[in-house]
T-cell receptor, first 111, second 116 residues
Framework: EDQVTQSPEALRLQEGESSSLNCSYT??????LFWYRQDPGKGPEFLFT???AGEEKEKERLKATLTKKESFLHITAPKPEDSATYLC????????????FGQGTRLTINP | KAGVTQTPRYLIKTRGQQVTLSCSPI?????VSWYQQTPGQGLQFLFE???????NKGNFPGRFSGRQFSNSRSEMNVSTLELGDSALYLC???????????????FGPGTRLTVT
């Protein structure tokens, strides 16, 4: 069974304090790994897709990386507006469009 | 380009009733997936439709069903509602899938269902 585990469950940082979120996964044939951001009361917002180990993608203060067993979301010099829940999901080759999500990391950036 | 829209945004129902939720995908997207989000279980896959056919189904009872129309709009139905069905129901759309690469799924704002 495909599984995704995210850590930590919650993280509080000061503005400008860089850190990383972890996503560990087991999947029967990884087609892609996705990162989403979700604000309270809203649907998840797409951030990145990673396809193969060694791949990296960047967007503003965020950088996502992928290995064969885990992915990291690095946040550099975060701002209060980066506060949100960050979700990691995997898609297997045999699952059509099905995404298996982790429980998320709730990130709070204090000014 | 308009995003994924879901109606209604909020719904209050009583145990035993049934409910129908609607989803309009991004123009040109032919795949529509449905997810249930609860504080305890997180985001869980319900089912996916592509060209009016259900391609995949999650581990939910038969009370949960869906369909897709020729214009790619989708509906999901929950019959005989239970208290545990209270959740945020999210719809996501993506571009046609046929090759080995994954396609990003774009989510709507969700329908908040409360069962009393």
């Amino acid at each position: 069974e495909d599984q995704v585990t995210q850590s930590p469950e919650a993280l509080r940082l000061q503005e400008g304090e860089s850190s990383s979120l972890n996503c560990s996964y087991t999947v029967s044939g990884l087609r892609g790994l996705f990162w989403y951001r979700q604000d309270p009361g809203k649907g998840p917002e797409f951030l990145f897709t990673l396809y193969s180990a060694g791949e990296e993608k960047e967007k503003e203060r965020l950088k996502a990386t992928l290995t064969k067993k885990e992915s990291f979301l690095h946040i550099t010099a975060p701002k209060p507006e980066d506060s949100a829940t960050y979700l990691c999901a995997v898609q297997a080759y045999q699952g059509a469009q099905k995404l298996v999500f982790g429980q998320g990391t709730r990130l709070t950036i204090n000014p | 380009k308009a995003g994924v829209t879901q109606t209604p945004r909020y719904l209050i129902k009583t145990r035993g009733q049934q409910v129908t939720l609607s989803c309009s995908p991004i123009s040109g997207h032919r795949s529509v997936s449905w997810y249930q989000q609860t504080p305890g279980q997180g985001l869980q896959f319900l089912f996916e439709y592509f060209s009016e056919t259900q391609r995949n189904k999650g581990n939910f009872p038969g009370r949960f069903s869906g369909r897709q129309f020729s214009n790619s709009r989708s509906e999901m139905n929950v019959s005989t509602l239970e208290l545990g069905d209270s959740a945020l129901y999210l719809c996501a759309s993506s571009t046609p899938s046929g090759g080995s690469l994954p396609y990003e799924q774009y989510f709507g704002p969700g329908t908040r269902l409360t069962v009393t």
